[in-house]
């Protein structure tokens, strides 16, 4: 079983920025990707960004240039550097540790973007 605990949400103005973290603790082999998603109200969850293990990353369009997703490979842990925070970008965080035993799920994150 793994757990990812994540923090670091608040409420913002635009222009702004803050930092994600989450870590994880628990029983698995390895970790493999991790990756933050977002979930807007009334909206679906999306994608926002995915780290390997061996550090490539990928962007959702809407954050490419504003979002930075970093890891520690020692601490489990994965990061989110949000600048530059649009209204849009307000919802609920969650990361996601794709392990040897399938797919693990934070909590998740409030972020708030006020204009």
């Known amino acids: 079983q793994v757990q990812l605990v994540e923090s670091g949400g608040d409420l913002v103005r635009a222009g702004g920025s803050l930092k994600l973290s989450c870590a994880a603790s628990?029983?698995?082999?390895?970790?493999?990707?991790m990756a933050w998603y977002r979930q807007a109200p009334g909206k679906q969850r999306e994608l926002v960004a995915t780290?390997?293990?061996?550090?490539?990353?990928n962007y959702a369009d809407s954050v490419k240039g504003r979002f930075t997703i970093s890891r520690d490979n020692v601490k489990n842990s994965v990061y989110l550097q949000m600048n530059s925070l649009k209204p849009e970008d307000t919802a609920v965080y969650y990361c996601?540790?794709?392990?040897?035993?399938?797919?693990?799920w934070g909590q998740g994150t409030q972020v708030t973007v006020s204009s």
């Open positions: 628990g029983s698995f082999f390895i970790i493999n990707t």
């Open positions: 996601q540790a794709q392990t040897t035993y399938g797919p693990f």
């Open positions: 780290i390997t293990r061996g550090g490539s990353t």
